[in-house]
């Protein structure tokens, strides 16, 4: 099984949840949630869980639960899942 390791950088209070683009070395995610009592952080695993096609208990936030830039890991997510998500 895969895991995946990657930067994000999310932007809450969007009207939609959805992959923006790239951030540097990061991927942004716009989140419709607001970043308050971890509701942008559980929308944010919920999305990622969404797009990878796992479940939501094999995506963990590693760093950044406060900040605006996370390193999350997704078991079972793959990088040419990544590409695909990124390239539109």
Excluded: W, Y
């Amino acid at each position: 099984m895969d895991n995946l390791t990657l930067t994000i950088r999310v932007q809450p209070n969007a009207p939609r949840s959805k992959v923006v683009g790239e951030h540097g070395d990061a991927i942004k995610i716009a989140l419709a949630a607001p970043p308050v009592d971890g509701k942008a952080n559980a929308e944010c695993i919920r999305f990622l869980a969404e797009l990878f096609g796992v479940r939501r208990g094999d995506v963990t936030i590693l760093t950044g639960e406060t900040a605006r830039t996370k390193v999350v890991r997704i078991v079972g997510g793959t990088q040419k899942r990544l590409e695909e998500l990124i390239s539109g």
